[in-house]
């Protein structure tokens, strides 16, 4: 009984502190996140001459309903880009589609080529610019699974009226399906981008629908970066930010998005992001394995080494502190949950989206989309490939890649 009680003393109690820590310093920096409130968007600017460049890839049967949507804006000076990889690729049908109801516009269509050194997303975009109106002052970025509103790039441009902003975006919200917890687990998992966003120390661009100048892109450099890369946003966020540059998060762009979710899905989207910021983002990959994975391999660790033991070891000061200091890390995430939802339901509702009555259930979700996001980490360290959208990259650094 003393051997017992002393590897007690000397593994669980320093071990139940260490949780304990962990949690403090989890609440401690959420509250520092959130502590500062998204600022009001400017609502008038100068409208300058703006291209908007739409990557796509093949044609899920809603591409049609989102590219009029994005076409379909209040601003005086605008061109769309319309780019694929190849001539062959289904979107093309769906380009011509849209030019054709919408005569009026300024459209031009764009085949990029496969690229070697970058993923097709950044080589798309690459040639999007270099297609577009050399008089054009703004740049925009938008994905094609979402949709927006008719000033939604009117919004989006707005800061850039400020010379010290480098950059503007807005961000995805995946509206759930409340019976799905694969969706919901996304979801979740997904939000808690929104508490670096508001936090300018922590901001970042997001590529499915960001803004920069013209002028900004070229001196930065930011072609010849993406060129190297598989990552845009991560890399331009990086960029900017050592040229002395801010960023801009418009909460009134918030892009909804929905995805029909498995787990097998699930789980192959959280490891590819989470293994582009291990070498896009290396502070952040960092705090997501300190927290998401060395914390709740602790504290599920403590959690079920309490209860074992307090079940079927006769309990003990070490077993206990080990369920108390477990069960707080695992209840400390509803508590970051039910804060951040609501920020979340302040900025969602500028948008006209509402969080809806099962919003509950993304609280309740939290310790296993924090759990889910630990395994991501764990799962980066062990590869460098990647699997996107039918095409294998390999990430050699921040600076080199290859197509497969």
Known sequence: MCAAGGWQEMLLTPLSILALVFTGLSIAAMLSL?????EASPQQAESLATSVIIPCKG???????????????????????????????PAQAV??????????????????????????QNNNQIKGVEA??????????????????RRFIAKLTAPLA??????????RWYSPDWSSLPRVLRTAWNAGGFAFL?????????????????????????????????????????????????????????????????????????????????????????????????G????????????????????????????????????HFWLIAAMLSGALESMLSRCSIELGPKRWLLVLVAPLASLLQGLNSF????????????VTYRIQDERRMVVE
């Open 95 to 120: 380009f011509e589609e849209v030019i054709g109801q919408s005569p009026e516009l300024r459209i031009k269509t764009v085949v990029a080529g496969l690229p070697t050194t970058c993923s097709q």
């Open 296 to 331: 709740n391999l602790l504290g599920w660790g403590l959690l079920l080494t309490g209860l074992l033991g307090t079940v079927f070891g006769g309990g003990g000061t070490g077993y206990g502190l080990a369920l108390f200091a477990g069960g707080l890390w695992i209840a």
């Open 198 to 294: 508001v936090n300018p120390r922590t901001r970042f661009v997001w590529g499915g629908a960001m803004a920069v100048r013209r002028e900004v892109f070229e001196a930065c450099g930011i072609g010849d970066v993406w060129a190297h890369a598989l990552s845009d946003d991560m890399t331009m966020s990086k960029r900017l930010k050592e040229r002395g540059y801010q960023l801009a998060f418009v909460p009134e762009c918030i892009v909804e998005s929905r995805e029909e979710d498995t787990f097998r899905s699930l789980i192959h989207w959280t490891n590819r992001q989470t293994l582009v910021t291990r070498f896009y983002n290396r502070p952040f990959w960092l705090i997501a394995l300190l927290l998401h994975g060395v």
């Open 34 to 38: 959130l502590s500062i409130r998204p």
């Open 162 to 171: 400020d010379p010290a902003i480098g950059a503007s975006s807005g961000f």
């Open 379 to 390: 799962a980066s360290l062990l590869t460098r490939r990647i699997r996107w959208a039918g």
């Open 59 to 89: 044609d899920d049967g809603s591409l049609s309903d989102n590219l009029r949507s994005i076409v379909s804006q209040d601003h005086p000076a605008i061109e769309f880009v319309l780019v694929t990889a190849t001539r062959e690729d």
């Open 132 to 149: 577009a109106d050399p008089d054009s002052r703004i740049l925009v970025i938008m994905d094609s699974d979402g949709r927006s509103d």
